[in-house]
């Protein structure tokens, strides 16, 4: 154990001595880094801050139909990008759609600025930017990774990132939460804004120094992967349970947040559950779990599942501090293995392809579609029942149910792949 933390410094060392990464890869890293910063330290504040906007017409429901509007906008707008990206990936270089993706997260956080108060009434063009900047930007920095780095020097560079952006996921949100708070009002928001849109304007310039060329990428195979996802069994079985984790995944990471929020009209409290909800999912990504999942990934499937369909059993005695955090603990936990049980179900049928190595981009793509209209059904269903706080916990206990579902897709697309095995 010694001797590992002995070669983790010695790279550290390196890395800041400017010997271990190139130059191309400190400005990627810097460019990523930068985004990540940036959404962490303000994105879920958007939510909060489109509802105390519309929440000056007195009703909790429309504050938080406003914010579910958003959402739905966000996630349709990535829907609808993650296909466009599929499509053009190939033929533009992923420098463009990076930097695309970071002016596109610039521009919201200007309108945001000059709009303040009057933003509700343009959250539809709010939310498209969010989900095309998502889009761009996250597609596509999977793939420029692939560019700016070696196969020899990928693992390290993966390392630092992976430590940069868990570390930016926790202590953000917790620093904005207080100081909003701190200086109270829209003019805790608009300082939350100001620091994320610098920082955004630093990324871009950080990006558009970036020279790397993206290596042959061929045609675009976006249509022959979408029609594998539908005509193969397997492949179509986990589209299902992506999309079904999405149903009750687009909903909580927004909708838990706000409610602790209604409860005090604090982004302290906002704050410190996102500092613990991405603190344990940091946690658990760095267990050595992936080995242990891949070899029983059925078994903690259902785990997962189960967990699910009892969690939202936690919200049955109402909304408040106790109930919330339970429950979105309960789901970071969760979430942060199930994710990887999906993943790889997903991959492990999509490589079932020809020449599915060639395909990356779309496959990625393709699995950003399916999650993404799992989510938009999510968000839409939940307008619809915001208004009674009854519905609504029992809309929160369907989607959990829901999940078991996805357990069943699970097995059944195990069983078509070890069929065709044999």
Known sequence: MSAYFKRIKTKIATFFAGGFLMREQKLFLSTVSLFF???????????????????????????????AYYNLCMYGAMAFFSVVTGIIGKA?????????????????????LSMKSSC????????????????????????????????????????????????????????????????????????????????LIIAVISCFSLTYQDGKKGATQFGNVFVFSVKNKSMRMCAVCDAVNGIRDGVSMFLIPLLIFTLEMSNVGVGIYMFIYALVQMLLSYLPQSHIIHKKRMGFAF????????????????????????????????????????????????YKMPHASRKNLEILSVREF????????????????????????????????????SWVMLVLSSRQLADKEI
Not at 169 to 176: R, W, Y
Not at 377 to 403: N, R
């Open 37 to 67: 910063v940036a959404s962490a330290f303000s994105g879920i504040f958007i939510n909060t801050f489109i509802y105390l906007c519309a929440y000056a017409s007195g009703e909790v429901a429309s504050g938080l139909i406003a914010v």
């Open 92 to 112: 533009v270089s992923s420098r463009t759609l990076i930097f695309t993706g970071l002016i596109l997260h610039t521009l919201l956080y200007i309108l945001l």
């Open 120 to 199: 509700v009434n343009y959250i539809w063009l709010l939310g498209i930017l969010s989900g095309m900047g998502n889009a761009f930007f996250n597609l596509n920095y999977s793939s420029g990774v692939m560019y700016v780095t070696s196969s020899e020097g990928r693992g390290y560079y993966l390392f630092i990132q992976g430590i940069i952006n868990s570390a930016s996921a926790v202590l953000s949100p917790l620093i904005s939460g207080v100081l909003a708070s701190l200086i109270g009002g829209i003019n805790g928001f608009v300082a939350l804004f100001v620091i994320s849109l610098i920082v």
């Open 303 to 350: 785990l997962a599942c189960v967990l699910y369909a009892l969690s939202g059993f936690i919200l049955i005695r109402g909304f408040n501090m106790l109930t919330l955090f339970s429950y979105g603990i309960l789901s970071a936990l969760i979430q942060g293995f199930f994710v990887t049980v999906l993943f790889s179900a997903f991959y492990d049928a999509a």
């Open 370 to 405: 399916y999650i993404n209209i799992g989510r938009i059904i999510g968000v839409f269903t939940i307008m619809f029942v915001l208004k009674e706080t009854t519905w609504l916990i029992y809309t929160m206990i369907i989607f959990g149910i829901l999940q078991m579902l």
